[in-house]
């Protein structure tokens, strides 16, 4: 059996958090990336989704994947 390398939102969240811990503040880790810190809280706040950047920040990546599933036969 294969392990997954699949995290759900709070371990996302808290790896945002603790690349954001490693600076003063979360202004400078917001600074550090060339974004505003609002910007930042909005995302740490999911206001909005978190960027490609501070994905990358944090050591972590955006992976989409795609399945199908079989409908419902409406032709009854």
Excluded at 5 to 30: H, M, Q, T, Y
Excluded at 47 to 74: C, M, N, Q
Aim: proline share 5%; hydrophobic share 40%.
């Amino acid at each position: 059996m294969s392990r997954s390398n699949a995290i759900d939102e709070a371990d996302l969240c808290g790896a945002v958090n603790r690349w954001v811990d490693k600076f003063p503040s979360g202004a400078e880790a917001a600074r550090s990336l060339g974004m505003s810190p609002q910007a930042l809280n909005a995302q740490r706040n999911a206001v909005k989704p978190y960027s490609p950047r501070v994905l990358a920040a944090a050591g972590l990546r955006r992976v989409v994947t795609v399945h199908y599933e079989f409908i419902e036969d409406t032709r009854s």
